[in-house]
């Protein structure tokens, strides 16, 4: 078959092109049928051509009414668990454009299919988390977090142990 038949039969536009005309005319309603099937053409005829039907289940919520999950998971947690020395440049360069550059370091980024992709082509290297926004922490609220406090405290001492006051 030409590459312009094929594209008409992906279309749907079905002109006989006066070779084979019985051929064409016996085949065409089968693989019509067979390619609407597997593309999902046919399914969506059927739900859009039939009437609705009165139901005693709940209507769907409107979609003015924020749902949980796209209010409050707007991020990601991304963290680097495993080590990518010995991999290719392709995947350190994935890492640097999600701005990962050592072990365990976490960054957040925004849902996006971009960074969905990234993820997908490093997902045995990171640990991601779904977050909503107040959760998210900026470089400077990590770093402090990970630094001990300032000064000491005496817990207990040798003499007092020793002693067993």
Do not use: C
């Amino acid at each position: 078959m030409f590459s312009s038949q094929a594209k008409k039969f992906r279309q749907g536009l079905f002109e006989r092109d006066g070779n084979n005309d019985d051929q064409m005319a016996s085949l065409t309603p089968t693989r019509t049928f067979l390619r609407q099937a597997q593309w999902g053409v046919i399914s969506r005829r059927l739900t859009t051509a039939t009437p609705e039907v009165a139901t005693s289940s709940p209507p769907p919520p409107q979609p003015s009414q924020p749902t949980p999950t796209s209010s409050q998971n707007t991020y990601y947690k991304i963290t680097l668990r495993r080590s990518a020395i010995s991999l290719g440049d392709k995947i350190k360069g994935t890492l640097i454009s999600l701005g990962i550059h050592r072990r365990m370091q976490t960054v957040y980024h925004r849902h996006s299919p971009e960074v969905a992709g990234k993820i997908l082509r490093v997902k045995e290297l990171v640990e991601v988390e779904n977050v909503p926004t107040e959760l998210v922490k900026t470089k400077q609220e990590q770093r402090i977090e990970r630094k001990a406090t300032r000064g000491y405290k005496v817990v207990g001492n040798r003499r007092e142990a020793f002693m067993g006051v």
